[in-house]
């Protein structure tokens, strides 16, 4: 419910951010002004989350140094399957299944179909799954890394997507059928 309201308050706020960013094209173009507030909303979570799970886990000694913390992975594994659940630890993983179950609902009671429809029913469906299963056979040190590090990628991806919300003005990689063939 809060991550609804979140969003729907992001999502207000976005739109005319969008109309001043988007082409004059695109900026009334209702569709293209969701899909913008929409990607707005998930950065703005991911920065959250993100900062919110590293402040959590940086210094547990199972985070590893390589992502900000002081220990080492294979202390994800020591004294499995005994070891105790700090009530951080638990909170940010209710916030991830959450954030998952929210957007499996958002997908199919309230977005429009997209051609991505299936691919992220499906996407939604397995972290849930993942998330659950991960937690009850008590692995969630190292499902909590795997969360911490799918967020910070999630940072990256969505900031490139709101700082190149028209497609047609990304940049984009040559593929292999614009290659030009050998005489």
Request: charged residues 15%; hydrophobic residues 45%.
């Amino acid at each position: 419910l809060a991550l609804g309201l979140c969003r729907m308050c992001v999502f207000r706020a976005a739109r005319p951010l969008g109309k001043l960013i988007l082409s004059a094209k695109k900026c009334n173009d209702n569709d293209r002004l969701d899909r913008f507030a929409v990607g707005c909303f998930k950065f703005l979570y991911f920065v959250v989350i993100t900062t919110v799970g590293w402040y959590f886990m940086k210094d547990e000694d199972w985070f590893p140094a390589v992502l900000g913390g002081t220990g080492a992975t294979v202390n994800c594994y020591k004294a499995y399957p005994f070891h105790q659940v700090s009530s951080a630890i638990r909170a940010y993983y209710m916030v991830q299944l959450g954030y998952h179950t929210h957007s499996l609902l958002w997908l199919v009671f309230v977005s429009t179909t997209r051609n991505d429809y299936t691919e992220m029913f499906i996407h939604h469906c397995c972290a849930i799954i993942c998330m659950a299963t991960s937690w009850m056979y008590n692995y969630w040190r190292i499902g909590s890394l795997i969360l911490f590090v799918h967020d910070v990628g999630d940072v990256v991806g969505y900031l490139i997507d709101v700082q190149h919300p028209d497609r047609s003005s990304a940049p984009s990689a040559p593929s292999a059928h614009s290659a030009p063939s050998a005489p």
